[in-house]
C-alpha cells in the first residue's frame, strides 16, 4: 500500500474503494415522489448521512490512514479540524490501531470534543485561528512524529471522497449528473473523477452557500478565490478550496450553483419532513439548488450526495 | 375480494400482503452498532416512518379499502381520526378512486388537517368528544352511504397491519422477538398473528407508555382497561384497545413493558441522533423499553417496528 501522491486515475479509485469497504457503510440510495415532482426529474439521494461518523469523511480518512505504509503509520495521525474530519481521522486511526492528534479550536462545542475522544483520539485546544491550529500541529507533530492528515487537500482523501460516487454509479449507472457540496472540494473533486473517469455519461456539479461562494468565484475566475468571513448556516462549507481540489475542479467541472442561507434552511426542513431522515445544513445545500430551478445541467436523472447528518435538530432554526 | 370478516388465518394475511404491495413501501430494516452494544442483543429496526403517509396505517388502510366489494366501496370510506390513519384512509380511497370522508376534532393542527386535504379528503370538524365524534360520523354516513372504517378494531385492518411484521420476518427469519408500541392494538395484534401463524418462532411483545397503560393493564386484568386521561408525549398511543385487538393479545402476547416519559424523549432522541432518522414519539416507546433493561423476552436477536415518522422536531421536547 501506498500514499496517493498524484492525482488518481480510475483504478486508484477503484483500489480506495476495495482498501476501505470492509470499514464504511455502503450506504443506500433513497428516492422521494415529492421531490421528483417538484424537481421534475429523477432524483437518486446518496445517504451519506448513514455513513460511519455520519458523514462522507469516513471514506477519505479510511483511505488516507489504510494507504500509508507501516513506516509512515508508526507515529499515528493528526489534523486540524472541529468538524467531521476530526472525527473521521479518529475513527480510521482506531481501525489502523494508530494513534490520532487532533488540534481543535477552544470555541468548538463540547459535543464535538466528545465525539472525537469517544473514537479514541487525543485533543489539543487552541486559539480559534488558523495560524494557531497550524502552530500546534506542526509542534504536535514534532513531539511525535505522527503524520498529518488534511482534511481534504490530499489525493488519497479525494480517492476516498470519490468512492461515494462510484457506488453511486454502480447502482443508478445512467445517471445525467451528480450534484454534491461544495467546502474544501474533496467530495467534489472525488465525484468528477469518479464521473470523468468511470464508464457512465455523468457529470459533476457543484452547490455552495451565497455567503461562502468562494469555489463558484474561484471557478469563474480560474484561480482560487480565499473563502472570506464566511457567514453561513452550513458549517461544514466555510474554507477555501484546497489547490488539489481546484485542479481537478478547472478541468472537470462546469457550474457550481450558490443558494441563500433561506433556501438551505427549506430544504433542509423538506427532507426532514418529506424523507423523514436527518441531513445536516451542508447536505441541504445541493437539494437547495435543485428546489431553486436554478440548475441547468442535464436533467432527466440527478444524483445527490447528502454528505452528512450531524445535526441537532432542537438546535437548527 | 371479500372484507375480513373474522380472526385472520396465515393466507389471509399473504393475501393482504399481495393486495397492498403495489400501493405501499417495502421499508427497510436498519441496525445499528450503538444500539446492539447498548442493549446486548442484535436489534432489527423495521423503518414504518419510510411508509406512505409516514406510518403503517398505510398498511391497514389499503388492506381495509382494496377488500371492500364494488357495492362497499362506491358510497366511500369515512372514519374519525385526528391522526396517521385519517391520512392513511384518505390515501386508499385516493388509489381505489372512491371518496373519503374523514370527521376530525376542531382541536386538530392545522398541517393535520392540511395534510388529510392532501390527500383528496373531505373534512368535517367537530367538538373534541368521542361522543361528538361518533355522533358527526353517523350523521355523515347516513348522508353519503359511505362504509365506516374503524381505525383499529377491524379484521381487515389487523390483517394489513401484520404485513411490516411479514416483511421484517422474511428477511430476518430468525427472530426471537419482535417489539411493537401499542395504542388500540392494531399493530401489535398483526405483529403477533404473523409471529404465531408465520413459519419463525419470534414471539410479539408490546411497548406502553407508563401514563398510558391501559393494555398493560387489560392484559394483566384478563379484560379491556379503558384509557382514562392517558398524558403522553406518544400521541398515537391516546387510544384504549379494540376488542378484536384484545382477542388476540390476550391469547398470543406475553408481555406488554410500560416506560416513562422521560424514557421516551430519551429513546426518541437516540434514534434521531444515532440513526440519522426521524422517528414519532409513539415509536421510540419500543425502543425505550430495550433500553430500560426490563424487557424479559428472548433477546438474542430482537425486530422493533419503528411505527412512525410524523413528527416536528423542531417543536418537540
Sequence with gaps: MVRQDR??????????HGRIQPHVHRTPVMTSHYFDERVGARI?????????????KARGACN???SLSEEEATGGVLTHSSGNHAQALAY????????????????????????VRGYGAQIRFCEPTLEARERHSREWVAETGARFVHPYDDWSIIAGQSTAALELLDEIPDLDAILTPVGGGG??????????????????????????DD??????????????HPRTIADGLLTSLGLRNFEVLKDEVR???????????????????RMKILIEPSSAVPVAVLLSGRFDGPAARIGVILSGGNVDPRQTP
Design 44 to 56: 437518486y439521494f446518496k445517504c451519506e448521512n448513514f455513513q460511519k461518523v455520519g458523514a462522507f
Design 187 to 212: 467530495l467534489l473533486a472525488g465525484t468528477a473523477l469518479a464521473c470523468v473517469l468511470g464508464p457512465g455519461h455523468a457529470r459533476a456539479f457543484g452547490a455552495e452557500p451565497e455567503n461562502a
Design 64 to 66: 488516507a490512514v489504510l
Design 215 to 228: 469555489a463558484a468565484r474561484s471557478l469563474r475566475m480560474g484561480e482560487i478565490q480565499p473563502s472570506i
Design 92 to 115: 480510521a486511526a482506531g481501525i489502523r490501531g494508530i494513534p490520532a492528534y487532533v488540534v481543535m479550536p477552544e470555541t468548538a462545542p463540547q459535543v464535538k470534543a466528545d465525539a
Design 7 to 16: 492525482r488518481p486515475g480510475y483504478e486508484d479509485l477503484l483500489a480506495a
Design 255 to 273: 457550474s457550481i450553483f450558490t443558494v441563500s442561507e433561506e433556501e438551505i434552511l427549506t430544504a433542509m426542513h423538506l427532507v426532514w419532513q
